[in-house]
């Protein structure tokens, strides 16, 4: 079974830019989520999606937005690049259905580099 | 929403001691409880889980502990090795959906 493939794995975008990262999640799993992992500030939640709809929303600006397609894949954008953006983005993918029943799978991260 | 607190943020421990990193949540419908291990330059991966029916759970040298009431959960890794080294992630996600809400992680160090 395939893992989480998240691409680009590296991307160097200027201030003022926008981006768009990818994530295909373990076949059979319909929930994606998001997250930025920076120093000293852990993994912190983005967003979640399942169905194509946007389930859940961490504390993020409105810049940073995400999709999901109807074969599960998800993309996330984020638009007007700050240099504070620069992170590793994590995707991660579980079954989604809830009720305890969440391992999630990550995949090995996009790590953004704002100049 | 779920807030998670994880401390210590560094963890230097000899290598054949044992190592505790201790979690609270806030969110007391939290049902899940996982803990992720990152190597440097790797994904996070899962290495134990426990759900709120239980009160702790063990595989070879990991073990963690639930405490419901007081809402916080531990990890404890016995006899630890080199290989050890590594942030480790606690979180917890409620039944309502797949959100999982992550502290901010341990850098464990095993000393020679």
């Known amino acids: 079974k395939a893992g989480v493939t998240q691409t680009p794995r590296y991307l160097i975008k200027t201030r003022g830019q926008q981006v768009t990262l990818s994530c295909s999640p373990i076949?059979?799993?319909?929930?994606v989520s998001w997250y930025q992992q920076t120093p000293g500030q852990g993994l912190q939640f983005l967003f979640e999606y399942f169905s194509e709809t946007q389930r859940n929303k961490g504390n993020f600006p409105g810049r940073f937005s995400g999709r999901q397609f109807s074969n599960s894949r998800s993309e996330m954008n984020v638009s007007t690049l700050e240099l504070g953006d620069s992170a590793l983005y994590l995707c991660?993918?579980?079954?989604?259905?809830?009720?305890?029943?969440?391992?999630?799978?990550f995949g090995q991260g996009t790590r953004l580099t704002v100049v | 929403g779920e807030n998670v607190e994880q401390h210590p943020s560094t963890l230097s421990v000899q290598e054949g001691d044992s190592a505790v990193i201790k979690c609270t949540y806030s969110?007391?419908?939290?049902?899940?409880f996982p803990w992720y291990k990152q190597e440097l330059g790797k994904r996070p991966q899962l290495i134990i889980d426990?759900?709120?029916?239980?009160g702790e759970k063990k595989d070879q040298r990991i073990a963690v502990t639930l405490n419901k009431t007081a809402k916080h959960f531990s990890l404890h890794i016995t006899e630890t090795q080199p290989e050890d080294s590594a942030v480790y992630f606690c979180?917890?996600?409620?039944?309502?959906?797949?959100?999982?809400?992550f502290g901010k992680g341990t850098r464990l160090h095993i000393l020679p």
């Open positions: 991660a993918s579980s079954a989604g259905t809830g009720g305890g029943n969440t391992e999630a799978f």
């Open positions: 076949s059979g799993h319909r929930s």
């Open positions: 969110d007391s419908a939290s049902n899940y």
């Open positions: 426990i759900r709120s029916n239980v």
């Open positions: 979180a917890a996600s409620t039944p309502r959906d797949d959100k999982i809400i």
